[in-house]
């Protein structure tokens, strides 16, 4: 899934090119793309974005009169691009959007399954749809950290990837996260130490930062990634090779020399804990 560093890059790279010209033609979209009807697409036409925001995974687009907002939320396998006028693009795309002079967003998804939205909105309504969601990862400091961690006893890993507790994070940044902070997934939120705290808040930040600047160069997740999918491959601190645990509905990479104090780690799946 796409998460902070990659929908912020898209965020950047879409800014310029959709807030150029007034929209065209919204749509067609597929039916469980869309997940608003009033009001109607249509009413995005003849208007234009003021740009493009991002909050926590979602992209935002915002029309420059101040009444609507085009929401996205990609999930795992959505992915957006933006098309110059005459650029070939996908047949049937989940969501099309042209815009006067030619250029066209579109929305893509792989897979069958449809689990990609676009959410049209008054103002009013995304902030409501958005109010779920804790502070933006980046920049939240030690002291925010510690408060967000202090509240409510979790695992590490299940608190990082929670959008309500800390928006921008998924399962691929709380693993490279955790490994730079030196801490166990499975640590407890309320056991960190303040140093821990620290590395952590510092770890959030070095990290997203890496990663916002590898996608802005078209870095792919081979590259982007040093733990996350690298099972058997030699930590890059300490060369042990990266283990790999299910838990909950996920799957946890993690060096067990820099991370854990060389224990490895029971798997917690769900489907294992109900039976
Ligand atoms: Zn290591």
């Given at each position: 899934m796409p998460e902070l560093p990659e929908i912020e890059a898209w965020r950047r790279a879409l800014n310029d090119p959709i807030s150029a010209f007034p929209i065209e033609k919204a749509g067609p979209a597929h039916i469980a793309t869309?997940?608003?009807?009033?009001?109607?697409?249509?009413?995005?036409?003849?208007r234009r974005f003021a740009g493009a925001e991002r909050r926590a995974k979602r992209l935002l687009f915002p029309t420059d009169d101040g009444e609507l907002v085009l929401m996205i939320h990609l999930m795992s396998a959505g992915r957006v691009r933006y098309l110059l006028a005459g650029e070939s693009g996908p047949k049937s795309p989940a969501f099309r959007l042209r815009f006067e002079g030619g250029g066209e967003l579109v929305l893509t998804e792989a897979g069958a399954k449809k689990r990609a939205g676009v959410w049209l909105l008054a103002p009013e309504e995304a902030e409501a749809e958005l109010a779920h969601l804790g502070p933006?990862?980046?920049?939240?400091?030690t002291e925010r950290l510690g408060e967000i961690l202090g509240a409510e006893s979790r695992r590490l890993h299940s608190l990082l990837r929670d959008q309500r507790a800390i928006a921008g994070i998924g399962r691929a940044w709380a693993n490279e996260i955790l490994h730079t902070a030196q801490?166990?997934?499975?640590?407890?939120?309320?056991?960190?130490v303040p140093g821990q705290v620290k590395a952590l808040a510092d770890a959030i930040d070095s990290e997203l930062q890496r990663g916002l600047e590898l996608r802005e160069r078209g870095a792919k997740d081979a590259k982007v990634y040093?733990?996350?999918?690298?099972?058997?491959?030699?930590?890059?601190?300490?060369?042990?090779p990266i283990a790999r645990v299910d838990f909950e509905e996920h799957t946890i990479y993690y060096c067990s020399e820099c991370q854990t104090g060389g224990r490895v780690l029971k798997d917690r799946r769900l489907s294992r804990l109900l039976r």
């Open positions: 869309l997940k608003t009807f009033d009001p109607p697409l249509s009413a995005l036409e003849g933006e990862a980046p920049g939240l400091g801490l166990s997934p499975y640590a407890t939120s309320t056991d960190l040093r733990v996350h999918n690298k099972l058997g491959e030699p930590c890059h601190v300490c060369g042990t």
